[in-house]
Structures are given as structure tokens and as C-alpha cells.
T-cell receptor
Framework: NAGVTQTPKFQVLKTGQSMTLQCAQD?????MSWYRQDPGMGLRLIHY???????DQGEVPNGYNVSRSTTEDFPLRLLSAAPSQTSVYFC???????????FGPGTRLLVL | AQTVTQSQPEMSVQEAETVTLSCTYD???????LFWYKQPPSRQMILVIR??????QNATENRFSVNFQKAAKSFSLKISDSQLGDAAMYFC??????????FGKGTHLIIQP
């Protein structure tokens, strides 16, 4: 099992550009989440999904879109990147809501 | 909304000594889960230990143990026989439902050789 994979590992964007951060898991987990981590902060929840076709907002959803067409994939879209979105992004998955979350290696995003 | 507070931004301990990291949380739920995650410089989030709120017994994983005080909403992590490889950021996290985890701001643990 590869676990939770994220691509790319690092990306530089210009303000106003759009991009998609990819996340995939091969553990057949129903629950998937996206977090961002800023300096001096813990991880904050952006969006989450409890199954294919079902998504909902977390604590900091503005500027981000998600969709979940398959159990395996949960991409995060930045529609118009802003410098405030410079951060490290983590994707995570778990089998059921009460179980441990497994994290991907993270994507470092720099918006100029 | 749930909140998680880690009041120690940084802790330092001598190798082989014992250190305790503090965490408090606020919730109105009765059924929830608490976690400690380790984040080394590689940025990978690594689960250290987990506690179910309905269990009175404190969780233990080798040199890592917790002191879970449900009434006080306290969840501290004790690391015994500290090793150089324990140096990292440690995050306390609360999980109570279908959404994701709520994290504290972290404690930077330094191990002095």
C-alpha cells in the first residue's frame, strides 16, 4: 500500500493563477480531509468528505474547492491563488470517523 | 466549536530524561478521541498515541504515555527515556465527528545530548 499520496511536493504560483493539488489513497477509506499548516499554527481543516459525492466545508474553506468523484481521489482546487494561500497543505484519510487519520507527505505552495 | 490549547511553545529536555507536554481542550461532546502527532523536520505527520474518551485507562505506546483527565479536559503526553530522535514538533488533536481533527498550535521539543 502506498497509503496517502500527494502531488506535487512543491509548487510556485503567481497571484491569480489556478491549480489543483492532487490527493489519492489506496486504503479504501471513506473519509478524506484537506488541511493547511501555517508557521506557528497547527493544522486547520479546509474541506472534508465522508464518501464519494459528499463534501463539506471545514474551518478555512474560502478560496478552495473540492470534489470527490471516486473513493480514492480528493483533489483540492485553488481558483485564483492569493499570497495568503502560501502554506503547506496536507491530505488525510481514515476508514471511519472514529478511527486514526493517516496523512500524506504534504505539498508546499508558494504564491508570489 | 472545539478548541485545543498547547501552552508550551517549546520544551527542552536532556537525553534519557522524562518530559511532559501539556494539552487542554474544550468540547461539549461526551464521545470523542484525542491524539498526539509528531512532526519531524521532514514534515510528515506521525501518530504517536491515541485515546478514546470513553476509556478510563490511559493509553501507552512503549516510551509514550498519556495522562487523560476527562473532567479537567486535559490530555498530556509523557515521553520517558527521551532520545535524540524524539526531537520534533508535537501536536495535540481532538476528533469528535465526521469532520476532521482540531489541532493545537504545537510544542517544539528539543532534546539536549
Amino acid at each position: 500500500n502506498a497509503g496517502v499520496t500527494q502531488t506535487p511536493k512543491f509548487q510556485v504560483l503567481k497571484t491569480g493563477q489556478s491549480m489543483t493539488l492532487q490527493c489519492a489513497q489506496d486504503m479504501n477509506h471513506e473519509y478524506m480531509s484537506w488541511y493547511r499548516q501555517d508557521p506557528g499554527m497547527g493544522l486547520r481543516l479546509i474541506h472534508y468528505s465522508v464518501g464519494a459525492g459528499i463534501t463539506d466545508q471545514g474551518e478555512v474553506p474560502n478560496g478552495y474547492n473540492v470534489s470527490r468523484s471516486t473513493t480514492e481521489d480528493f483533489p483540492l482546487r485553488l481558483l485564483s491563488a492569493a499570497p495568503s494561500q502560501t502554506s503547506v497543505y496536507f491530505c488525510a484519510s481514515r476508514r471511519r470517523f472514529q478511527e486514526t487519520q493517516y496523512f500524506g507527505p504534504g505539498t508546499r505552495l508558494l504564491v508570489l | 466549536a472545539q478548541t485545543v490549547t498547547q501552552s508550551q511553545p517549546e520544551m527542552s529536555v536532556q537525553e534519557a530524561e522524562t518530559v511532559t507536554l501539556s494539552c487542554t481542550y474544550d468540547t461539549s461532546e461526551s464521545d470523542y478521541y484525542l491524539f498526539w502527532y509528531k512532526q519531524p523536520p521532514s514534515r510528515q505527520m506521525i501518530l504517536v498515541i491515541r485515546q478514546e474518551a470513553y476509556k478510563q485507562q490511559n493509553a501507552t505506546e512503549n516510551r509514550f504515555s498519556v495522562n487523560f483527565q476527562k473532567a479537567a479536559k486535559s490530555f498530556s503526553l509523557k515521553i520517558s527515556d527521551s532520545q535524540l530522535g524524539d526531537a520534533a514538533m508535537y501536536f495535540c488533536a481532538y476528533g469528535g465527528g465526521a469532520d476532521g481533527l482540531t489541532f493545537g498550535k504545537g510544542t517544539h521539543l528539543i532534546i539536549q545530548p
